[in-house]
């Protein structure tokens, strides 16, 4: 593969995780947070939104369709729980698309209480 086709292929990963991050960014605004940080490039968070005074950080994720990895669910929940305690955040949120949730988290019922899922499809988010 040439130089230039990788990097269009690259530019071209870059915006779709971007797209991702902002139509999550979008999803906040329209529910009434105000968004305080909205930065893709950055480490840690994406997006730090507040809404009556309570802190919400959020880690967008967005594989790529020709991703062959997995993703450590496991040590971003361990990563981000640790990120709002250590923020005063009420909560964190890990938006995550196009990567396989592991069945474990589907049926461990253990699992279910201590997470709160929202499952949607990309048509159910508007731009």
């Not at 915006?15 to 947070?33: A, V």
């Not at 909560?91 to 049926?107: C, F, M, N, T």
């Amino acid at each position: 593969m040439s130089e230039e086709v990788r990097n269009n292929s690259n530019r071209l990963k870059i915006l779709e995780s971007q797209k991702f991050h902002d139509r999550i960014k979008r999803i906040f605004i329209n529910s009434g947070f105000n968004i305080t940080k909205s930065d893709y490039y950055s480490k840690g968070a994406d997006i730090i939104a507040n809404v009556d005074n309570k802190k919400i950080i959020i880690q967008c994720k967005c594989a790529q369709s020709d991703d062959k990895g997995g993703l450590n669910i496991d040590g971003l929940i361990d990563e981000y729980s640790k990120k709002a305690e250590r923020e005063k955040a009420e909560r964190a949120v890990l938006a995550i698309s196009k990567y396989k949730i592991p069945p474990h988290y589907l049926s461990d019922e253990e699992k279910k209480e201590e997470l709160f899922w929202i499952k949607w499809s990309s048509g159910m988010i508007k731009q």
